[in-house]
């Protein structure tokens, strides 16, 4: 288990122990994070599981990868460190991992 923080645009946080191997939207859900929906259940197209990364994250969470970008675009989401969460797996190495959810997310 990893401890991973979702901070709400109300500024309200909750902190989640995840689960590696899966998806942080996985984890997300599992945890009862309003914030994500994930109406697709994974597919990377609903864009209703966007995350922002702090800036400190970045480099761990990896780039926008070739599968998140059309939907990423598709919300006009431009926040520089949007990410699919479904599309990041939870790995040992997210451990105090920072996340917001997007204000059209809450
Ligand atoms: Fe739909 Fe991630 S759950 S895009």
């Known amino acids: 288990m990893v401890a991973i923080r979702f901070i709400a645009v ?3 946080m909750q902190t ?3 689960t590696v191997g899966i998806s942080l939207m996985e984890n997300a859900v599992a945890n009862g994070v309003e914030a994500i929906e994930a109406i ?3 597919n990377a197209y609903c864009g209703t599981c966007r995350v922002h990364v702090e800036p400190e994250w970045r480099k ?3 780039a926008v990868t070739e599968m998140e970008e059309p939907m990423i675009e598709a919300s006009g ?3 520089p460190g949007v990410r699919l969460s479904c599309q ?3 790995t040992e190495a997210l451990e105090g991992l920072v996340v917001r959810t997007p ?4």
């Open 40 to 42: 697709c259940g994974g």
């Open 88 to 90: 990041i797996e939870v």
């Open 16 to 18: 989640i122990d995840a």
């Open 103 to 106: 204000a059209s997310q809450s």
């Open 10 to 12: 109300d500024g309200s």
């Open 77 to 79: 989401d431009t926040d």
């Open 60 to 62: 761990v969470t990896g």
